[in-house]
């Protein structure tokens, strides 16, 4: 089953760095989002992706945010200055071939990455 | 965005039927609903999507009725591996649709 994948798994960091997490979303796909979830809380939406550019995103996702596709397969997000209320579950997630295959509400998440800031 | 209510939390055994219902009661006429599944420290989990009446596929059976404002997901003869949490989306089946999760429902399946 294709998966999407993330890199790294854990990112311990210190507060004011830039980190950039990473994602490889499936091959064909043509969304890509970036959800966080805080310990024992829920799913946050971040930011959706599509054709290059930012088509949604929250108002978590402020300045130091940024994402991007710098080829035809990974898919980043950047935090540029980070706080201690960055620490979180970060998610890749992709969705739709755009050929009216599995429902367009099957997105595909990718395992997360574990950021601690401290 | 339509939103969703979905009791916080659900006990169940082994081997019993489960039954999770979520109220959806401003759904609108594009609006699809989707359930997921959440493991501890894992991404969520596609489980099943359905518009109106019942879908069935090898996990999971969706019921929805005839007005729509509500859904019930029904796992048969769970297993402790089902202890989850299991999160009911409504959005418009599109790719532009953002996927917004509410806190869901922890099911904790015991022996």
């Known amino acids: 089953e294709p998966e999407v994948t993330q890199t790294p798994s854990h990112q311990v960091t210190q507060m004011g760095q830039e980190v950039i997490l990473r994602c490889v979303p499936i091959?064909?796909?043509?969304?890509f989002y970036w959800y966080r979830q805080i310990l024992g809380q829920k799913v946050e939406f971040l930011v959706s992706?599509?054709?290059?550019?930012?088509?949604?995103k929250s108002e978590i996702f402020d300045d130091q945010f940024s994402v991007e596709r710098p080829d035809g397969s990974n898919f980043t997000l950047k935090i540029r200055s980070t706080k201690l209320e960055d620490s979180a579950m970060y998610f890749c997630?992709?969705?739709?071939?755009?050929?009216?295959?599995?429902?367009?509400?099957?997105?595909?998440f990718g395992q997360g990455t574990r950021l601690t800031v401290v | 965005l339509a939103k969703t209510t979905q009791p916080i939390s659900m006990d169940s055994y082994e081997g019993q039927e489960v039954n999770i219902t979520c109220s959806h009661n401003?759904?609108?006429?594009?609006?699809?609903i989707t359930w997921y599944q959440q493991f501890p420290s894992q991404g969520p989990r596609f489980i099943i999507q359905?518009?109106?009446t019942k879908v069935t596929n090898e996990v999971a059976s969706l019921f929805i009725p005839a007005d729509r404002k509500s859904s019930t997901l029904s796992l048969p003869r769970v297993s402790l591996s089902d202890t989850a949490v299991y999160y009911c989306?409504?959005?418009?089946?599109?790719?532009?649709?953002?996927?917004?999760f509410g806190k869901g429902t922890m099911l904790l399946v015991s022996p």
């Open positions: 989306l409504v959005a418009p089946n599109s790719g532009y649709s953002t996927l917004t």
């Open positions: 091959s064909n796909h043509l969304y």
């Open positions: 997630a992709s969705r739709g071939t755009g050929t009216g295959g599995p429902p367009y509400t099957e997105a595909f």
């Open positions: 401003n759904i609108a006429t594009n609006d699809y």
């Open positions: 992706f599509y054709n290059n550019e930012i088509s949604e």
């Open positions: 359905g518009y109106k």
